[in-house]
């Protein structure tokens, strides 16, 4: 095999594409396997930006990807993190009611934990939340002893040094951004701005820029990612002591998102948010970031306003939250009332990919197809990093069976 000539290639050095190549790897030692990132490290954009929580399975759909592959996922990772020393730490979280309205919702989201095998999950009232969490504020609530946090920059590097380690032949290559594909019977030139692979395959787990990739490579898709910043602050000296862990209110079934809540960090401090707000840039992290070409095509295509059309109260409370402290700090009095302006600081800020359909539904499951001799991950927001060496297992049996790899 020619020295640029790969077995398979990865566009995308985010958590979901490093793990494929391993478990890939793991499968086929022999294979010989190339990861392009455009950033100069890897795990910069969703992976690098996320709050850090090792999800439980508790929110989702059962029988749906996510599902299995969150509680999958996650027992593989925490094993995975004993076994390399990657700091983490499974402290447990809340899920609390404020108020009698979301107590329906609140019974749903255990239900759905029950049914997903999610371990050792109950239900707590008022004295119970207090004494787990003291200057939290509930009616009832969820105990979820096997949430945890990590993070996940540190299991993607981790992953990089075990592919380029364990399999010779290997390799992750950064500040290689994919500009176009050029397809060939037997194999595909991947161009980058810095030369030319080939492929006998393509995986494309290109997050933020997945529907671009994905359709760059050939394929015909009809949703597009739309990004979502999130805005964090970061609890004071004087804030921190008064959350222990994680605490996440009830989320609001209306909405596509979890709400703003409490997550302390694994390298130290603890967050919170974050809201959810439509950026003008996709990998804006900015308030006042812009790109003609991201705003232009979001709002070409005729998902983007029939969702917003769908969600307009919700789009507007999280401008405001963005934009006015007082806004963002009394939605997390909801939680703790106590808490007061100093106690927050303002933090840093991420943008998640979120895959529209035509119809401006919000695609809710993990979305990965194929395309010929590629396969294509269009769809992996939370809990992707939690999931990702079961979502590569899933990539790794998706291309066993359609690259005939032995």
């Known amino acids: 095999m020619e020295n640029n000539h790969y077995d398979i290639i990865i566009v995308g050095g985010g958590i979901v594409g490093l793990a494929s190549a391993y478990k890939i790897n793991v499968k086929y030692p022999s294979k010989k396997i190339l990861v392009l990132e455009k950033e100069k490290e890897v795990a910069t954009h969703q992976t690098g930006h996320n709050s850090g929580v090792i999800h439980s399975g508790l929110y989702y759909k059962p029988g749906s990807y996510k599902a299995k592959n969150c509680v999958d996922g996650r027992r593989e990772l925490v094993a995975f993190a004993k076994e390399h020393n990657i700091k983490h730490d499974i402290c447990g979280k809340i899920v609390v009611a404020t108020e009698e309205s979301e107590l329906a919702h609140m019974n749903k989201v255990f239900n759905n934990g029950l049914a997903n095998g999610v371990e050792g999950i109950e239900k707590i009232d008022a004295k119970k939340i207090i004494e787990i969490e003291p200057y939290c504020v509930g009616i009832e609530g969820i105990w979820v002893p096997c949430t945890g946090i990590i993070d996940y920059a540190d299991v993607s590097r981790k992953y990089v040094e075990l592919i380029e380690s364990k399999f010779s032949q290997s390799k992750v290559l950064t500040s290689h951004e994919v500009i176009a594909f050029e397809k060939h019977a037997n194999y595909t030139d991947v161009i980058t701005n810095q030369g ?27 949703t597009a990612i739309v990004g979502f910043r999130g805005d964090y602050y970061d609890l004071s000296d004087k804030g921190l002591e008064k959350v222990k ?27 919170c948010g974050p809201n959810a707000v439509f950026v003008f840039k996709r990998e804006g992290y900015g308030k006042t970031d812009f790109s003609l070409k991201d705003t232009a095509e979001a709002f070409a295509f005729g998902g983007t306003w029939k969702f917003f059309a769908k969600n307009m109260k919700f789009g507007w409370d999280e401008y405001r939250g963005a934009f006015s402290k007082t806004f963002f700090l009394n939605r997390l009095r909801k939680l703790i009332p106590t808490l007061e302006m100093d106690d927050l600081k303002p933090g840093r800020a991420g943008v998640r990919a979120m895959a529209l359909a035509p119809e401006g539904e919000m695609i809710d499951d993990f979305k990965i197809e194929v395309n010929g001799n590629a396969i294509h991950v269009l769809n992996a927001p939370s809990p992707a990093a939690t999931s990702s060496l079961a979502i590569g297992t899933a990539i790794e049996l998706m291309a066993s069976e359609h690259f005939n790899l032995k």
């Not at 030319?196 to 990739?213: E, H, M, N, P, W």
């Not at 862990?245 to 979890?258: A, E, G, Q, R, S």
């Open 196 to 222: 030319t692979f080939k492929g006998s395959y393509v995986i494309t787990c290109a997050g933020l820029q997945s529907d671009r990739i994905a359709r760059k490579e050939g394929a015909k898709i009809d």
């Open 245 to 271: 862990n994680l605490i996440y209110p009830v989320p609001n079934p209306k909405y596509p998102f979890l709400g703003v809540h409490f997550t302390r960090m694994i390298h130290g401090g603890t967050e």
